[in-house]
């Protein structure tokens, strides 16, 4: 019995032990069950709101594309050109040595691009190539009207134009201040690309103040942009993310002609000032201080006892010009215009620019160890200021004569050719032995003669070594590709 009672009071043990266990698991089970719906609760809130910001991040450039498509316009061009075609010469012409009249026949070229609506009752900017010479402008509006436009003004040198439409209540694109655009900045470009009409894409600010783009003898402060741009958007708007107006959609780097993640567009600042002189007087006039300018670099600047490479170079000072009657001196180097530093020649140019013929400046120059003050009165840029300089300076070499004008190529682009320096050919005078060669705008000239070039002085100073009559051998790269091109100074 005392057994029996013994074994008993040991279940009775093992019974409360195993109902603890059970109970303890049960409450654990609660409280895990618990945990993971807590933390459930915690991730759900997050993963709500990354799609709230996403939804919202794609809810804006929705909007903005809404809002700003109507006041960007389709501009198609069309050009009548008269072509000579050649005629068959007769039998009696192939044994005299005869010549046919040539037949002139009609050709029509048609262009496109884009336009910005900057005002209701009309006014439209665009690029100056998009309407150069075009004889009849359409404007396609984004609710499919067409309206005939005539060209109120153009400036080549900046690549713009303003032409004029004759409507009211225009849905207006408002400018936005491009100075405060920051490199990385989101932003969107809205064109025409190969007539595919308000064609919406969308980047960042890749660099800004981009220089060595255009050639000749343009001024130029580009954003860069990595924006699809294609042929068909020159002309058109690139917006910020308030659907305010940046810049003027205007030129692409690529080696196929498409697309290759390297955009330009001329700053809204600039393009408004540009725009209201051209609706004011029909053209731009610019100041000119009769100089020839080079930027310094380190070795240069150390050699004239300056600090660093700050400043532009007096390279020569042109006959005629407004410097001749001042106190300004070939090797001078300026430093501040007006109070302001300039760091390089393409700012000096731009600012001087900005200031109307007659304007009276005052350049702090440095020479000989000193630094002085000079004032001169500005005169007006004429056409083409390359022909004052050399129908008074020095005389024309005959070696400028095989027709193309070259560029220097800056340090951001020196990346896209192997052999890293050179003159890039800016212009090739059709008819001339340059393009009878082949050689094209664009490409790159690293040598002359077996010597290496890595500017214009360097190019000029060899080809002025030849006379007519005798050739000279030029190492032109285009793309990944070399070739050596011989090529003889006309005889006048």
């Known amino acids: 019995m005392s057994e029996t009672k013994r074994y008993g009071k040991l279940t009775i043990v093992v019974l409360l032990v195993l109902g603890m266990v059970l109970g303890g698991l049960f409450v654990s089970n609660i409280d895990l069950l618990s945990d993971r719906q807590d933390i459930g609760r915690s991730f759900m809130p997050v993963v709500s709101a990354d799609q709230r910001s996403l939804q919202e991040f794609s809810e804006t450039f929705a909007r903005i594309a809404e809002n700003v498509k109507p006041s960007v316009v389709l501009i198609r061009s069309k050009r009548v050109v008269i072509a000579a075609q050649q ?53 396609y509006l984004s609710d499919e009207r067409e309206l005939k436009a005539e060209v109120v003004g153009t400036d080549p040198r900046t690549d713009l134009a303003v032409i004029k439409v004759n409507s009211d209540d225009l849905p207006v694109l408002s400018f936005g201040d491009s100075e405060q655009l920051r490199v990385g900045e989101w932003v969107m470009a809205v064109g025409n690309p190969f007539g595919l009409s308000h064609t919406v894409t969308a980047g960042i600010v890749s660099a800004k103040g981009r220089k060595s783009v255009l050639g000749g003898d343009s001024y130029q402060n580009f954003i860069q942009t990595d924006a699809a741009i294609n042929p068909g958007n020159s002309g058109g708007a690139l917006v910020d993310l308030e659907g305010n107006l940046m810049g003027i959609n205007t030129a692409i780097f690529s080696r196929t002609g498409g697309y290759q993640g390297i955009g330009f567009a001329v700053p809204a600042n600039m393009a408004r000032d540009i ?27 150390a050699s004239m006892g300056l600090d660093d490479d700050k400043g532009v170079l007096i390279a020569n000072v042109i006959k005629g010009g407004p410097a001749v009657d001042s106190d300004i001196q070939k090797d001078d180097v300026v430093l501040a215009l007006n109070g302001i530093e ?19 400046i005052e350049l702090e120059i440095y020479r000989d160890g000193r630094r002085k003050m000079v004032e001169i009165e500005l005169g007006e840029l004429p056409d083409n200021p390359s022909q004052l300089a050399s129908s008074e300076g020095p005389e024309k070499s005959p070696a400028s004569n095989i027709g193309i004008d070259v560029m220097n190529i800056s340090r951001e682009w020196t990346r896209y050719y192997e052999m890293g320096s050179g003159v890039v050919i800016a ?25 290496p070039v890595s500017n214009v002085r360097e190019f000029v100073t060899i080809i002025r070594q030849f006379d007519a009559g005798e050739a000279i051998r030029f190492r032109v790269q285009r793309g990944d590709q070399q070739r050596l091109v011989g090529i003889r100074i006309p005889v006048e």
Do not use: W
Not at 342 to 360: C, K, M, Q, Y
């Open 275 to 301: 725009m209201t002189r051209l609706i004011e007087d029909g053209k731009i006039t610019r100041g000119f201080l009769g100089v020839e300018i080079s930027d310094l670099d380190a070795d240069l600047a």
């Open 342 to 360: 300039v760091e390089d020649s393409d700012a000096l140019r731009n600012r001087i620019a900005d200031f109307p013929p007659g304007t009276e």
């Open 87 to 139: 005629q068959r010469r007769n039998p009696f012409e192939e044994f005299f040595g005869g010549t046919t009249p040539r037949r002139q026949e009609p050709r029509t070229d048609r262009g496109l691009g884009s336009g910005v609506i900057v005002s209701e009752d009309g006014y439209i900017l665009t690029n100056n190539h998009v309407v150069d010479k075009a004889d009849e402008l359409t404007v």
């Open 427 to 451: 212009k090739v005078v059709a008819g001339s032995v340059a393009e009878d060669k082949g050689l094209r705008r664009g490409e790159l000239i690293t040598e002359v003669n077996g010597e």
